[in-house]
C-alpha cells in the first residue's frame, strides 16, 4: 500500500520519522519538521551528521557493556576507580544515574534488561555471562546488584545471586530506600544516596 | 462513560510511551480488564500513589471503554492496598507468582467477572510470601482456578465407566481420570500417581487453606506429594490455553537444583 504524501513528499516524510519517535505525536512531529524546514541548511547538516554518529561511533563496553565511543569505556580504563566494586544494573540510563550522584567509585556492569520470563527475556538474552566471567578473572571482590525494585527485577538479582554463590565473592544489593515497583531512573537524588550508602549483603 | 471502582491484582504490564502503560488487571467484579495508565511510570501524578508492578494488589478507578470486544480502558487510579514484600525474596516464590498471573491471564476472558478467583489468587500470592515450596499453594490455585472458569475435571472416578478405584491415568480430552481397564483404549493420556490422585479426589485443594496437619494423620498427603498434583493440573491448564505457560519448568526445577 502507498501512502499518499501530498504534495511536498519531503516534508512529509520528515514528519513521518518524527513520528516515530517516543512521545512525538503527528502534531509536535509536523512542528518540527517544518522548524528544520526554516533554519539554515547547516543545522540540518548539523543534526544528521549528529543522527549518523551516534549509529556509527557509539559502541558498547566489551568489559561493562556501557555505551561509549572508545573501548573500554572510560570508567572501566580509569585507574583511579575501584575495580574490585563492580555495580550491575539493568540499562545504560541507570549508570548514568548512579554516576550523576557521584558517590560510586567501584565500575559498572550493564545487563541490557532483566529476566522477564512472561515476555520471553530469558537470561542468556542479557550479559550475565560476561559478568560470571569478570568474577571469575579474579579481581571482584564485591558485586552490588542495582536493579530496578521491580518484581523482574528481583527476579533477575536472585538469579544472579544464586550464580555468584559459588564464586569468591560478596554479593550485596542497595538499601529498600527506593519504592518497591519504581524504576531507579525516576528515583530522587537523596533516595539514591541514601540506598548507595545503606547497601547490605544478600 | 462508566466509571468504575474496584480491587485488582496486576496480571502484565507493557510499556507502551515512556511514560505510559498497558496493564492486564484481574478485578475482583469487574473481571480482567486492559487499561491504559497514563503517565504511571514516573510516578509523579498523586492519583497513582504508588508505582504499579506486576503481581501488585490494590484499588482501581477505571473508566469503562463502551462494551465491545478488547476495547481498552482508563486507569484513572491507582492504590496499593496490600504490599507483599517477601513475595520477591525467594526465586521460586516469584515463578509461582508469574506462573499464576500467566495462567489466569490466558483463560479468562475479559469483563467475565469470578470473585472467587480474584479471591483465591489474593490468597496465594499472601501464602506464597512466606511458602518454603511452590507447588502446594499453586495446586491450590490451579484448582480454583479451573472450578472458577467451569472446567474442573473429575476426579474422583472414572469419566468412562465410573469406577472409583484403579484410577491410572488423566484425560483433558475427557475431563478426568480414566481407570486402569478403561486406559488402554484412551489415547489422550497423563500417568497418575497414587499419591496424586487421592490429593485430587480428596477435595483438599478445595478447602479452606489450612495449617500444616499433624503427621499421625493417615491418607493426609505430605506437602513433598504435591508436585504430582501441580504437575497435572498444569497439564490440563497447558492442554486448555493450547500450550504451556513459560513459567512452569522453572517452578518445575525448583528442588532440582
Ligand atoms: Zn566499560
Ligand atoms: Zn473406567
Known amino acids: ?202 | 462513560m462508566p466509571r468504575i471502582h474496584d480491587n485488582a491484582i496486576v496480571l502484565a504490564r507493557h510499556d507502551f510511551s515512556e511514560t505510559s502503560q498497558v496493564v492486564a488487571l484481574l478485578t475482583r467484579d469487574h473481571g480482567k480488564v486492559r487499561a491504559m495508565a497514563k503517565g504511571i511510570k514516573r510516578g509523579t501524578k498523586t492519583r497513582f500513589a504508588s508505582g504499579m508492578d506486576l503481581l501488585d494488589i490494590g484499588h482501581v478507578v477505571l473508566i469503562r471503554r463502551v462494551e465491545r470486544g478488547e476495547a481498552l480502558s482508563t486507569l484513572t487510579e491507582w492504590k496499593q492496598t496490600r504490599s507483599l514484600p517477601a513475595l520477591r525474596e525467594r526465586l521460586f516464590r516469584i515463578h509461582a507468582a508469574q506462573y499464576s498471573a500467566d495462567v489466569t491471564g490466558r483463560l479468562t476472558e475479559e469483563g467475565d467477572p469470578h470473585v472467587a478467583l480474584y479471591d483465591a489468587l489474593v490468597e496465594a500470592l499472601e501464602s506464597l510470601a512466606v511458602a518454603d515450596e511452590p507447588f502446594q499453594i499453586v495446586a491450590r490455585f490451579q484448582y480454583a482456578l479451573l472450578d472458577s472458569i467451569g472446567s474442573l475435571p473429575r476426579f474422583e472416578a472414572c469419566v468412562h465407566c465410573d469406577r472409583r478405584e484403579a484410577l491410572t491415568h488423566f484425560s483433558s480430552h475427557e475431563g478426568g481420570m480414566i481407570c486402569e481397564s478403561c486406559g488402554p483404549r484412551q489415547t489422550e493420556k497423563h500417568a497418575v500417581s497414587n499419591a496424586t490422585c487421592r490429593v485430587l479426589s480428596s477435595g483438599d485443594l478445595a478447602a479452606p487453606a489450612v495449617p500444616p496437619r499433624a503427621p499421625e494423620s493417615e491418607n493426609v498427603p505430605l506437602p513433598e506429594a504435591y508436585p504430582g498434583p501441580f504437575r497435572l493440573l498444569d497439564y490440563h491448564i497447558s492442554h486448555l490455553m493450547g500450550t504451556e505457560s513459560v513459567m512452569s519448568a522453572k517452578l518445575l526445577s525448583y528442588g532440582r537444583t
Open chain 1, 1 to 202: 500500500m502507498t501512502t499518499n504524501r501530498g504534495p511536498i513528499e519531503s516534508l512529509a516524510r520528515l514528519r513521518e520519522q518524527f513520528e516515530k519517535l517516543p512521545g512525538i505525536g503527528p502534531r509536535s512531529a509536523e512542528r518540527l519538521a517544518f522548524h528544520i524546514l526554516r533554519e539554515p541548511r547547516d543545522f540540518a547538516a548539523a543534526l544528521s551528521r549528529a543522527v549518523l554518529d551516534v549509529k556509527d561511533k557509539v559502541k558498547h563496553c566489551r568489559t561493562c557493556f556501557n555505551l561509549t565511543e572508545n573501548d573500554p569505556c572510560s570508567i572501566c580504563a580509569d585507574p583511579h576507580r575501584e575495580h574490585g566494586e563492580v555495580w550491575v544494573v539493568e540499562q545504560p540510563q541507570d549508570l548514568l544515574v548512579l554516576e550523576a550522584t557521584g558517590l560510586i567509585r567501584g565500575t559498572y556492569h550493564v545487563l541490557m534488561g532483566h529476566i522477564a520470563p512472561l515476555d520471553g527475556i530469558e537470561p542468556e538474552d542479557l550479559t550475565i555471562d560476561a559478568l560470571l566471567e569478570r568474577v571469575r578473572s579474579g579481581s571482584v571482590r564485591e558485586v552490588v546488584l542495582a536493579l530496578n525494585p521491580t518484581l523482574d527485577g528481583d527476579g533477575t538479582a536472585l538469579h544472579i545471586q544464586s550464580l555468584l554463590k559459588e564464586l569468591d565473592v560478596s554479593v550485596t544489593r542497595p538499601s529498600r530506600g527506593l519504592a518497591v515497583g519504581s524504576q531507579l531512573e525516576y528515583a530522587t537524588v537523596s533516595m539514591l544516596d541514601a540506598a548507595i550508602r545503606g547497601r547490605s549483603a544478600m
